[in-house]
């Protein structure tokens, strides 16, 4: 058997705003318009995505949240509604998902090994997150490829943020190990924004695009420094400097979805590139991502 490899890691963010916009047919609210530079951002890296072999996309989300240990779907078939518990309005998904049961094990194994404290989700009636399903479907909106869903164990909450980053670094490590044992070609997703404060109050029309702005300019200057250290292929130094990211931009990265990808990519060297970024009710949401087979054929 072949060695499996991660063919691309991407950070992509999971509004729920950027489906409701979308219009796809799962989604029962309907918008005219909205957050397009998102939308054309994931447009892009669907293109770059269809170029690219690969077997099963292995997703990371914040809304997925287990206090003990980290969890893994572990039921091969998912159908069922996503309603958003904050935008019920924006956010009501009809999804029908397959599951890579096979390699989900395999990882939860690795993660056991490495001392991990790990659990199968084997729930038939489970709804799946929300952050899985839109990240996903931004990515895959065929649906024609398996998933694997990882939850956020919550340590910088639970514990503190060395602690989520010393797990994350654990995961992305077997997650990497599981996927090149099982000779498939895995494409991974961190499923989170970066800046993350919002408003508190929603326009009347959703996608009233000139109501939609950043939120503080601190933040903004913490999302514009995760942005350039990655296209400047310095991945390891957003690891290092994602406690007081965390902190200061209250970032959805404390779930460790970023820093399990980093991990799992060995921290690239190579410039990541930039497809979209944007504010989402203030939040700030960059799509962006490693593709390394492209880096190799560049050389
Ligand atoms: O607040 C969250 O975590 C959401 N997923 C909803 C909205 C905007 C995110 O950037
Ligand atoms: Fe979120």
């Not at 029908?96 to 659990?119: R, T, Y």
């Not at 077997?174 to 996927?179: H, L, N, P, Q, S």
Request: hydrophobic share 35%; aromatic share 10%; charged share 25%.
């Amino acid at each position: 058997m072949a060695e499996g490899q991660i063919v691309a890691g991407f950070l992509a963010p999971h509004p729920p705003h950027l489906i409701y916009a979308e219009n796809p047919p799962q989604n029962e609210p309907k918008a005219e318009c909205g957050w397009e530079v998102l939308r054309w951002g994931y447009e892009r890296l669907r293109k770059d995505l269809s170029k690219i072999d690969y077997d099963v996309i292995i997703v990371h989300s914040p809304h997925w949240q287990t206090y003990v240990g980290t969890h893994f779907l572990g039921v091969p078939h998912f159908k069922s509604l996503s309603v958003d518990p904050v935008f019920p309005n924006l956010f009501r998904f009809h999804y029908d998902l397959n599951v890579d049961v096979e390699l989900a094990e395999a990882i939860h194994d690795e993660s056991k090994e490495a001392g991990l404290v790990v659990k199968m989700m084997r729930n038939p009636d489970f709804r799946v997150d929300y952050g899985t399903i839109i990240s996903s479907h931004l990515t895959n909106p065929s649906w024609d490829k398996p998933i694997v869903s990882i939850s956020s164990n919550r340590s910088t909450s639970y514990y503190n943020v060395d602690v989520m980053q010393e797990k994350m670094v654990e995961l992305g490590q077997a997650t990497r190990r599981a996927v090149e044992k099982s000779g498939k070609r895995a494409v991974l997703l961190s499923s989170c924004s970066l800046s993350h404060r919002h408003f508190t109050t929603e326009a009347e029309v959703p996608e009233d695009m000139s109501r939609e702005h950043i939120y503080h300019h601190g933040q903004y200057l913490w999302d514009m420094k995760i942005i350039d250290l990655a296209k400047r292929g310095c991945a390891r130094e957003i690891h290092d400097i994602m406690p007081e990211f965390i902190e200061q931009a209250i970032s959805e990265t404390d779930a460790g979805s970023l820093s399990w990808l980093l991990a799992s990519l060995d921290y690239p060297t190579m410039p990541a590139e930039l497809y979209g970024y944007g504010s989402v009710i203030g939040t700030g949401n960059a799509v962006m991502g490693w593709i390394p087979e492209t880096a190799e054929a560049k050389q």
